[in-house]
């Protein structure tokens, strides 16, 4: 599996709420976002976080990581949480953070799946990959934010 990070740290915790800290909270109406711009938005901050550290370009691994962890998480938002109501990345020193909001309190889970059975294996690939991910449900409960980092350097 490509850039398999340390072992990592999961967090679950309630949001603030919106009219308190508005910058941290979902849109009330969905996003209107592919997963491809989505993609394109992530590349974008990977490369700018190489390069903020003297590097020509990012690793191709970690550019793949952080292509899959967003992937995941936008389709995720999709499929299982009532549609995409929140994006957001950016550079946080060596890494990048992804931010996925959607309208489901629900926290992702790894379901015990037989090996030959589809789908499932999602929100495993995005921990195998990350060096910590966050799920903060809303105190109204009408959504969450998952935020993924992703070592690029």
Known sequence: MPGMSAPHSR?????????????????LTPLNLTGAQA??????????????????????????????????????????????MWFQVRVEGREVAVEVGDASSAVPVSPERAGAE????GWALVGKVTTRTAV???????????????PVC
Request: proline share 6%.
């Open 39 to 84: 993609r394109a938005r992530v590349r974008a901050a990977v490369e700018r976080c190489a390069a903020a550290h003297g590097l020509d370009a990012a690793p191709a691994v970690r550019l793949a990581d952080a292509e899959l962890v967003c992937s995941e998480l936008v389709s995720n938002a999709f499929r299982h949480g009532g549609g995409l």
């Open 11 to 27: 967090e679950v915790s309630a949001l603030p709420d919106r009219e308190a800290h508005r910058d941290a909270s979902p849109a």
């Open 136 to 150: 903060g449900t809303l105190p109204d409960g009408r959504g969450k934010i998952i935020t993924a980092w992703l």
């Open 118 to 121: 589809p789908g499932g294996f």
